[in-house]
């Protein structure tokens, strides 16, 4: 079969086309894969199947094949000239912090869904904590679907090109796709969904001056999202006075026991039902948890002891745990 040479040129960059949602390549070959596109409609299409499903009918998506970290800081530390790394204020933690310390490059860092921060806490309180804590010297900034977009706008003014990384779920592509609605720009808007990896490689987005790049997001296992609907209201702490050994009941998603005389502050979404029992036992892994220390479950919430404890957790649920110093008291505030 011989192609005329503009025949040729367009086939061509249909087979190099990417799914504007998440950034796959577009191909018509394997369902089963990502970027899949019914046969026919690869020319026509600006979305492959997962994401114009998610797109229109609201549906949820997960990938197969994410990202490696170490990959993704790779092309950024070697590619870019500007990185917003995302967190929000539940998943502050090491591992997050410590993928923040290895961007080599000029970085923002964004807590984002900042209006489910409790009242309690204020962003000069949390900025203090992630200076003293993990020694964050570079720009802070709090975004949520409610705050206005002038601030962050103007961190990004007169750069050329931005990176955006962060946790799978941080609100990378609503931050963007607010981003394109604000600057007026025809562009189509980026998948967004509760299941991790929407973004499946890098998708670059020219906004006139300045060309902003999502990335795929970082994957650490993530109990939440398969369990429960998003946090996205306020949190309101709830205290219990734990003077006897204590087992607490998380809504469906697991129980924990608490023994030593503390106080424990539960930061869960309000529609989790927390519920104690003083004469049920958990089988788990015991370990012990200073005073002043926040417990945080990857995704879901995080309880802070005032006073020395020892907890026992199911074994399936430590993987998803981590501990920090409260980031809602102390030295802090």
């Known amino acids: 079969i011989i192609l ?21 390549k577009l191909q018509s070959v394997d369902e089963a894969k990502e970027g899949y596109v019914p046969d026919g ?39 870019a000239k500007h990185v917003v790394f995302m967190a929000d204020f539940i998943n502050v933690f090491d591992e997050v912090m410590n993928i923040f310390k290895k961007i080599r490059v000029p970085k923002t ?12 806490v204020s962003f000069a309180q949390i900025r203090n904590y992630l200076r003293t804590v993990y020694k964050v010297h570079d720009d802070v900034v709090f975004t949520s679907n409610k705050t206005s977009l002038n601030t962050f706008m103007k961190k990004i003014h007169g750069l050329e090109e931005v990176y955006f990384l962060g946790l799978t779920n941080a609100g990378k592509s609503t931050l963007l796709n607010s981003i394109i609605e604000k600057s007026g720009a025809k562009s189509k808007k980026l998948t967004t969904s509760y299941k991790e990896n929407t973004t499946q490689d890098f998708i670059r987005i020219k906004l006139g001056e300045v060309t902003l790049i999502d990335s795929p997001g970082f994957v650490i296992d993530n109990f939440e999202l398969d369990k429960f609907t998003n ?32 106080s424990a502050v539960f930061y ?5 039902d927390i519920k104690r029992f003083y004469n049920k036992k958990v089988v788990g892994t015991t370990f012990k948890v ?16 005032t006073e020395d404890a020892e907890l026992t957790m199911p074994q399936d ?12 008291g102390g030295v802090y505030e």
């Open 4 to 24: 005329r040479k503009e025949e040729f040129s367009r086939r061509g960059n249909i087979m190099n086309k990417i799914c504007f949602g998440c950034g796959a």
């Open 41 to 79: 409609k690869l020319e026509s299409s600006d979305y492959c199947k997962r994401c114009f499903r998610m797109v229109n009918y609201g549906e949820k998506g997960k990938s197969s094949t994410p990202k490696r970290i170490d990959e993704i800081l790779k092309t950024v530390n070697k590619n």
């Open 109 to 120: 860092l964004v807590i984002s869904k900042s209006d489910i921060i409790p009242k309690n």
């Open 231 to 262: 946090v996205s209201s306020e949190i309101k702490p709830v205290t219990y006075q734990n003077k006897v050994p204590t087992t607490y009941k998380i809504g469906d998603a697991f129980s924990l026991s608490v023994d030593g005389k503390t």
């Open 268 to 272: 869960f979404s309000k529609s989790i």
């Open 290 to 305: 200073r005073g002043n220390s926040d417990v945080v479950i990857c995704g879901l919430g995080f309880i802070k002891f």
């Open 317 to 328: 649920v430590m993987k998803y745990m981590n501990i920090r110093p409260s980031l809602v």
